[in-house]
């Protein structure tokens, strides 16, 4: 039985369920009579308590050693455990109803969460499990019955949950825990960042799977599709047991690769970028030799940026992974709030549509002040010379020109200040819209380069929700609306002498990679994880053949006959190749 999900951290794990149960934060209520000094000593167990868990709290952030974004969660943790307004109401609860610590904390945080639940931004609704971490651990103190489960743990386990804890995900240990897979959860929680920090493949998001599965049941974790398999048959154990191996494989190779360039089988150098989200991940990929950043994306920053938007705490990043990739080129893209990511303020309405709504640079130019704080960040950092910008969704030259005149008035404003950067900084836009693709031609002479997102590209061409499972067939970035899409992109910015690269997922699928070469796109960019699949893939195309394929791929009527016709290319050149048999078998 196959689920599909999120795939939220890179990996394959194969192993026995161990089902988590998840309580849920209410606690008897006891009274305490009349007496004063009962209410009293009431507070005083609440505030031992919370000093308890700061202990715990603390403990655990120092194990993340210097996994930052790990520690920067558990100080959100610990904030939000000595929050002074919280620890005031569950005080007067106490003193007001002569009711016990326990049964205080579980209304007043029960209250907090309930609030954070009807907001419109789904960044404060995924802090609901923040509240409930910590409470969770509170009331646990409190009553005596602190959870074990995990740590009683003898044999690694794939761990299977409704949600799970910020805390408990940062104390999980990669040899312990095999991989987790839980119903809840979307791209951008505390979980699913901690996940991917600490290595632990993960799929999220899976709805009811915790009502699908029995303890022991055996379990496939692909964390690179998101796919989870209950109970397997012998042939998909076969096939995820070499795809865990050879994911195993790449990762120690990794280690000890030599970081040199992509080359293809005729010898020609070829570019080669990588994905990042979090600025940890520039070490990783310094390892695998790539010739630069291909996409920051920054909207993670909006987990760190508590308190609001902060030029400094921008800067500091941008600055970190510019001089660490010095002088390889690294491309930030601005904020792209909306659609199923962040949401920028807790006034932003639901929508029909987000897809096509209040979206990255329609939020950026709705509210020029919040975006120039990131522009001036970027531009700081600029000065080492290395650092491109990037806007995303840019659909109308409108918006195009608005852009540059606000970040000439950030230069402006900085060069008024006296703070230096780079005024030759190349700046470019995502081609992410069939509008762009087809008004491209008026928006090149405003931008340096462009660099195409497949992954919106093919959900905004095909009319398909990318992240919709029940429509999920019908999303394929080898259609030919979005190949032929494709290669009008190249023709054009070559025409006009500016640089072309695509860092949507298409470019980290193997059979892509030969396709994309022969449309003559000039770099790829992957997620770091794809880094050793895609130099492999590289190395066994030659420009001719790809150019082949590619200019055949354009008269094939379906997805899957290009697929078919890639595969046939590769499969005699790198007969190892594992790829999925529906991914390129004709009638399969
Ligand atoms: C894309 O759309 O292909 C892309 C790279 O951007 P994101 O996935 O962040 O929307
Ligand atoms: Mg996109």
Redesign the pocket.
């Known amino acids: 039985m196959l689920f599909k999900g999120i795939p939220a951290s890179h990996g394959i794990a194969i192993g026995p369920a161990f089902l988590l149960k998840v309580e849920e934060l209410r606690h008897a209520k006891r009274s305490l009579g009349s007496s004063a000094a009962a209410a009293d000593s009431e507070v005083v167990r609440f505030q031992n308590a919370i000093s308890a868990v700061k202990h715990d709290l603390e403990n655990i952030a120092d194990s993340m050693g210097d996994v930052v974004e790990g520690r920067q969660i558990l100080e959100f943790l610990l904030l939000l455990l000595q929050d002074p307004t919280i620890k005031k109401e569950v005080e007067s609860t106490i003193h007001g109803g002569m009711v016990n610590a326990e049964y205080a904390v579980s209304t007043t945080l029960r209250g907090v969460m309930e609030k954070f639940n009807v907001m419109a931004d789904p960044y404060i609704r995924e802090r609901v499990a923040d509240v409930k971490d910590v409470g969770r651990r509170v009331i646990e103190k409190l009553s005596g019955t602190e959870k074990e489960a995990l740590k009683k743990l003898e044999k690694p386990v794939v761990l299977v949950a409704k949600d799970l804890d910020p805390s408990e995900t940062a104390g999980l240990k990669p040899g312990q825990v095999l991989a987790f897979v839980t119903d809840m959860g979307g791209r951008t929680s505390h979980t699913t960042i901690l996940a991917r920090a600490l290595g632990i493949p993960a799929v999220v998001g899976l709805q009811k799977i915790t009502s699908q599965i029995n303890p022991r049941d055996i379990l496939i974790v692909d964390g690179i599709h998101g796919h989870v398999i209950i109970n397997p048959t012998k042939k998909e154990l076969k096939y995820y047991r070499e795809i865990g191996d050879r994911f195993q494989e790449a990762e120690n190779l990794l280690k000890r690769m030599n970081p040199g360039p992509a080359l293809t089988e005729d010898g020609v150098r070829f570019e080669l970028a990588a994905n990042i989200e979090l600025p940890h991940e520039v070490a990783i990929v310094k390892q695998f030799g790539v010739d630069g950043i291909g996409?920051f994306?920054t909207e993670f920053l909006r987990l760190i940026q508590e308190k609001g938007e902060n030029e400094n705490d921008h800067f500091n990043i941008y600055d970190k992974v510019a001089s660490e990739m010095h002088p390889k080129p690294v491309i930030i893209r601005t904020y792209?709030m909306g659609?199923d990511k962040f949401r920028t303020g807790l006034d932003s309405a639901r929508e029909a549509n987000p897809f096509l709504g209040y979206r990255a640079v329609r939020i950026g130019l709705d509210r020029p002040e919040e975006f120039s704080i990131q522009l001036r960040a970027i531009l700081r950092a600029s000065v080492h010379g290395n650092v491109r910008l990037m806007f995303?969704m840019v659909t109308h030259v409108e918006q195009l020109r608005r852009l540059k005149d606000l970040l000439n008035l950030v230069q402006n404003e900085l060069t008024s200040q006296g703070i230096p950067f780079n005024r030759d900084m190349q700046v470019g836009i995502?081609v992410?819209t069939p509008a762009t693709v087809l008004a491209l031609d008026l928006m090149l002479p405003y931008v340096d380069f462009v660099s195409i997102?497949?992954?919106?590209?093919t959900q905004y061409t095909l009319a398909v929700d990318r992240g919709n499972p029940k429509v999920a067939d019908l999303y394929d970035s080898f259609h030919p609306a979005v190949l032929r899409q494709i290669d009008t992109v190249v023709r054009l910015c070559h025409s006009q002498g500016k640089w072309v690269g695509v860092?949507?997922?298409m470019a980290g699928n193997p059979l892509a990679v030969p396709l994309l070469i022969g449309f003559g796109v000039d770099e790829l960019s992957v997620a770091p994880a794809l880094i050793p699949d895609v130099k492999k893939m590289i190395a066994v195309v030659t420009i001719d053949a790809a150019r082949e394929m590619a200019e055949k791929s354009l008269s094939l009527e379906t997805g899957l006959r290009t697929r078919a016709l890639v595969h046939s290319y590769v499969i005699g050149k790198y007969p190892e190749i594992l790829l999925d048999e529906n991914d390129w078998k004709p009638g399969g």
């Open positions: 996409l994306r792209d659609g995303p995502m992410e997102g497949t992954n919106d590209l860092c949507g997922s």
